[in-house]
């Protein structure tokens, strides 16, 4: 019988609940590279739902070498970790992706991730520490300082907070880690010495959350420097009063 015609009973068995025959009948045949992809998450989401992982792995990697866009390079990804990770063989996508001579940025991260989850927190910092910096987003950047904890790496640690405070010098987050990182250590002078410049740049709502995390760290004296600042240009000036 015609192939497309197979493929819309395979369709109706899948709505039917019966996604093992429908894998049976359906056939990926599309021609143009977007509706290949669409075919393959298909399969790929059939073969799982009739607990054929294997299939639906491959589906998946075949799924995203077809994929363009982000977000279908990325649905694709998802896809293919569930079926592994259903498959009880995070490991065996681990190997594939370490095979691979050419992998993408997402299925890089997807990679970390995985390493992480399986316990292997040094090789996968070694992975992050390979990709450019220029592409870290800021859930990026706050993976690869909680993998330099797990790691112990704390040479490595004070240098990622350095570095992506030199990169975003008015936010917050990375000062108040680096700071509460020194100050756990007993190392007061190097966690007051984190907010060097900050004054600065900050102004307003900005400065006044600065005074906030700096008395939460029990940096009252810089608390109080920075509401002072506050009250005396007039900005924000009766919250700043609270310090």
Same mark, same amino acid.
């Given at each position: 019988?015609?192939?497309?015609?197979?493929? +819309?009973?395979?369709?109706?068995?899948?709505?039917?609940?019966?996604?093992?025959?429908?894998?049976?009948?359906?056939?990926v045949n599309a021609e143009q590279p977007n509706d290949?992809?669409? #075919?393959?998450?298909?399969?790929?989401?059939?073969?799982?739902? =009739? *607990? /054929?992982?294997?299939?639906?792995?491959?589906?998946?990697?075949?799924?995203?070498?077809?994929?363009?866009?982000?977000?279908?390079?990325?649905?694709?990804?998802?896809?293919?970790?569930?079926?592994?990770?259903?498959?009880?063989?995070?490991?065996?996508?681990?190997?594939?992706? =370490?095979?691979?001579?050419?992998?993408?940025?997402?299925?890089?991260?997807?990679?970390?991730?995985?390493?992480?989850?399986?316990?292997?927190?040094?090789?996968?910092?070694?992975?992050? *520490?390979?990709?450019?910096? +220029?592409?870290?987003?800021? /859930?990026?950047?706050?993976?690869?300082?909680?993998?330099?904890?797990?790691?112990?790496?704390?040479?490595?640690?004070?240098?990622?907070? #350095?570095?992506?405070?030199?990169?975003?010098?008015?936010?917050?987050?990375?000062? =108040? @880690?680096?700071?509460?990182?020194?100050?756990?250590?007993?190392?007061?002078?190097? @966690?007051?010495?984190?907010?060097?410049?900050? /004054?600065?740049?900050? +102004?307003?709502?900005?400065?006044?959350?600065?005074?906030?995390?700096?008395?939460?760290?029990?940096?009252?004296?810089?608390?109080?420097?920075?509401? /002072?600042?506050?009250?005396? @240009?007039?900005?924000?000036a009766m919250p700043a009063l609270q310090f």
């Amino acid at each position: 019988k015609d192939a497309s015609v197979r493929n +819309r009973a395979a369709v109706v068995l899948a709505l039917a609940a019966k996604p093992k025959d429908a894998i049976k009948l359906y056939e990926v045949n599309a021609e143009q590279p977007n509706d290949r992809f669409k #075919q393959e998450v298909r399969m790929a989401e059939w073969s799982m739902a =009739a *607990k /054929e992982m294997p299939q639906a792995q491959d589906a998946a990697w075949r799924a995203l070498g077809l994929a363009k866009l982000k977000r279908d390079k990325r649905y694709a990804l998802v896809i293919l970790a569930e079926s592994y990770r259903r498959d009880k063989k995070i490991d065996k996508l681990v190997e594939r992706f =370490a095979a691979e001579e050419t992998l993408g940025e997402d299925a890089r991260y997807l990679w970390i991730d995985l390493l992480r989850e399986l316990g292997k927190a040094d090789e996968a910092l070694e992975l992050f *520490k390979q990709a450019d910096e +220029r592409t870290f987003t800021t /859930e990026m950047r706050r993976e690869l300082l909680e993998i330099c904890r797990e790691t112990g790496r704390e040479d490595l640690l004070v240098t990622s907070y #350095q570095e992506t405070i030199a990169l975003e010098p008015a936010r917050l987050d990375w000062r =108040a @880690g680096l700071s509460r990182f020194y100050l756990e250590r007993g190392e007061r002078d190097k @966690g007051r010495q984190v907010w060097d410049g900050f /004054e600065e740049l900050a +102004r307003g709502g900005a400065l006044l959350g600065g005074a906030g995390v700096a008395l939460d760290l029990g940096l009252e004296d810089l608390a109080i420097q920075y509401a /002072e600042t506050c009250i005396a @240009g007039g900005d924000r000036a009766m919250p700043a009063l609270q310090f």
